[in-house]
Protein backbone atom coordinates (compact mmCIF):
# COMPACT_ATOMS: atom_id res chain seq x y z
CA UNK A 1 0.00 0.00 0.00
CA UNK A 2 1.07 3.49 0.24
CA UNK A 3 3.99 5.06 2.43
CA UNK A 4 4.54 8.85 2.69
CA UNK A 5 7.60 9.32 3.97
CA UNK A 6 8.23 13.09 5.64
CA UNK A 7 11.77 15.03 5.38
CA UNK A 8 12.85 18.35 5.95
CA UNK A 9 12.16 18.34 9.65
CA UNK A 10 14.60 20.25 12.16
CA UNK A 11 15.81 22.97 14.87
CA UNK A 12 15.29 26.76 13.73
CA UNK A 13 15.08 29.62 15.35
CA UNK A 14 12.14 32.00 15.67
CA UNK A 15 11.18 34.02 12.47
CA UNK A 16 13.18 31.33 10.30
CA UNK A 17 12.11 28.95 7.39
CA UNK A 18 12.07 25.25 7.07
CA UNK A 19 10.24 23.59 3.90
CA UNK A 20 9.35 20.30 4.47
CA UNK A 21 8.18 17.15 2.17
CA UNK A 22 6.16 14.46 1.93
CA UNK A 23 7.03 11.96 -0.83
CA UNK A 24 4.63 8.68 -1.70
CA UNK A 25 5.74 5.65 -2.81
CA UNK A 26 4.11 2.12 -2.97
CA UNK A 27 0.48 2.02 -4.56
CA UNK A 28 -0.12 5.57 -5.26
CA UNK A 29 -3.84 6.92 -5.74
CA UNK A 30 -4.05 10.03 -8.46
CA UNK A 31 -6.39 12.11 -7.29
CA UNK A 32 -6.02 11.87 -3.77
CA UNK A 33 -6.00 15.14 -1.17
CA UNK A 34 -2.51 15.67 0.79
CA UNK A 35 -1.81 17.43 3.30
CA UNK A 36 -0.12 17.71 6.85
CA UNK A 37 -1.35 17.89 10.18
CA UNK A 38 0.91 18.77 13.87
CA UNK A 39 0.62 16.97 17.00
CA UNK A 40 2.26 18.50 20.07
CA UNK A 41 2.52 15.70 23.58
CA UNK A 42 -0.26 16.54 25.64
CA UNK A 43 -2.15 17.98 22.47
CA UNK A 44 -4.41 16.83 20.16
CA UNK A 45 -3.67 16.69 16.54
CA UNK A 46 -3.90 19.46 14.87
CA UNK A 47 -4.78 20.35 11.31
CA UNK A 48 -2.23 22.41 9.51
CA UNK A 49 -3.42 22.29 6.04
CA UNK A 50 -4.12 20.14 2.18
CA UNK A 51 -4.23 20.75 -1.20
CA UNK A 52 -6.78 18.74 -3.69
CA UNK A 53 -5.31 16.78 -6.65
CA UNK A 54 -6.29 20.18 -8.52
CA UNK A 55 -4.05 22.89 -6.91
CA UNK A 56 -6.31 25.50 -6.67
CA UNK A 57 -8.04 24.08 -4.34
CA UNK A 58 -6.08 24.68 -1.06
CA UNK A 59 -7.02 25.19 2.94
CA UNK A 60 -5.43 26.12 6.19
CA UNK A 61 -5.63 26.13 9.67
CA UNK A 62 -5.81 30.26 10.82
CA UNK A 63 -2.84 30.25 12.83
CA UNK A 64 -0.98 28.99 9.74
CA UNK A 65 -2.32 31.24 6.97
CA UNK A 66 -0.05 33.88 5.64
CA UNK A 67 3.19 31.85 6.58
CA UNK A 68 2.71 28.86 5.87
CA UNK A 69 2.08 27.51 1.94
CA UNK A 70 1.70 23.88 0.82
CA UNK A 71 1.90 22.69 -2.77
CA UNK A 72 1.98 19.56 -4.76
CA UNK A 73 4.13 17.90 -7.72
CA UNK A 74 1.50 15.09 -8.85
CA UNK A 75 4.69 13.97 -11.58
CA UNK A 76 6.46 13.45 -8.06
CA UNK A 77 3.84 12.10 -6.26
CA UNK A 78 4.88 14.71 -3.31
CA UNK A 79 3.76 17.59 -1.26
CA UNK A 80 5.32 20.07 0.02
CA UNK A 81 4.97 22.79 3.40
CA UNK A 82 6.85 25.82 3.02
CA UNK A 83 7.17 27.25 6.48
CA UNK A 84 7.63 31.11 7.30
CA UNK A 85 7.94 32.84 10.57
CA UNK A 86 8.20 29.91 12.65
CA UNK A 87 7.30 30.20 16.34
CA UNK A 88 8.03 28.21 19.53
CA UNK A 89 4.22 27.46 19.12
CA UNK A 90 5.22 25.61 15.71
CA UNK A 91 6.90 23.06 17.35
CA UNK A 92 5.48 19.70 16.74
CA UNK A 93 5.37 16.59 15.47
CA UNK A 94 4.47 17.03 11.29
CA UNK A 95 2.44 14.37 9.95
CA UNK A 96 1.85 13.82 5.91
CA UNK A 97 -1.48 12.46 4.96
CA UNK A 98 -3.39 11.49 2.23
CA UNK A 99 -7.21 11.03 1.99
CA UNK A 100 -9.79 10.60 -0.90
CA UNK A 101 -12.18 13.49 0.73
CA UNK A 102 -10.80 17.27 0.40
CA UNK A 103 -13.66 17.91 2.42
CA UNK A 104 -13.52 15.57 5.67
CA UNK A 105 -9.54 16.11 5.55
CA UNK A 106 -9.00 18.48 8.15
CA UNK A 107 -11.17 16.25 10.82
CA UNK A 108 -8.42 13.85 10.11
CA UNK A 109 -10.91 11.05 8.13
CA UNK A 110 -7.42 10.15 5.97
CA UNK A 111 -6.60 7.08 4.29
CA UNK A 112 -2.94 7.20 4.84
CA UNK A 113 -0.48 8.73 7.38
CA UNK A 114 3.48 9.54 7.48
CA UNK A 115 5.72 8.61 10.43
CA UNK A 116 6.27 12.62 11.16
CA UNK A 117 9.37 14.62 11.30
CA UNK A 118 9.56 16.57 13.88
CA UNK A 119 9.82 20.87 13.78
CA UNK A 120 11.36 22.27 16.59
CA UNK A 121 11.27 26.49 16.64
CA UNK A 122 13.86 28.06 19.43
CA UNK A 123 12.85 31.12 20.68
Known amino acids: QVQLVESGGGLVQAGGSLRLSCAASGRTFSGFSMGWFRQTPGKEREFVAVIAWSDKLTAYADSMKGRFAISRDNAKNTVYLQMNSLKPEDTAVYYC????????????????WGQGTQVTVSS
Open 97 to 112: ASGRNYYDFKTGKVDY
